[in-house]
Nanobody, 119 residues
Framework: QVQVVESGGGLVRPGESLRLTCIAS????????MGWYRQAPGKQRELVAS???????EYGNAVKGRATISRDNAKNTIVLQMDNLRPEDTAVYYC?????????????WGQGTQVNVSS
């Protein structure tokens, strides 16, 4: 099994930066893709950024140019750096880890961390 734990949310002012960290803990699974998703009230969950084990990254349109995702495979950790935050970035941010072994693979989610962007 895999446990996914997020940290780093909070209240920030527009224009400021934020750093979110996610750790996927497992004893026997391989962690493949990892990523950050967010969900604002009344809206669907959307991709913020994802990164493959090999390092290829993808960003949601809303954050392109303002977000950078990085990964440490040895620690099964990803870090999302978001700059120039806007009020519309307010949401619960969830970390996702695709993990498995042999032919089994599934998604694991963290409980989410709240990000509020407000003056």
């Amino acid at each position: 099994q895999v446990q996914v734990v997020e940290s780093g949310g909070g209240l920030v002012r527009p224009g400021e930066s934020l750093r979110l960290t996610c750790i996927a803990s497992t004893n026997n699974f391989i962690i493949y893709g990892m990523g950050w998703y967010r969900q604002a009230p009344g809206k669907q969950r959307e991709l913020v950024a994802s990164i493959l084990r090999e390092g290829g990254a993808e960003y949601g349109n809303a954050v392109k140019g303002r977000a950078t995702i990085s990964r440490d495979n040895a620690k099964n950790t990803i870090v999302l750096q978001m700059d120039n935050l806007r009020p519309e970035d307010t949401a619960v941010y969830y970390c996702n880890a695709e993990a498995g072994k042999n032919s089994y693979e599934t998604d694991y989610w963290g409980q989410g961390t709240q990000v509020n962007v407000s003056s």
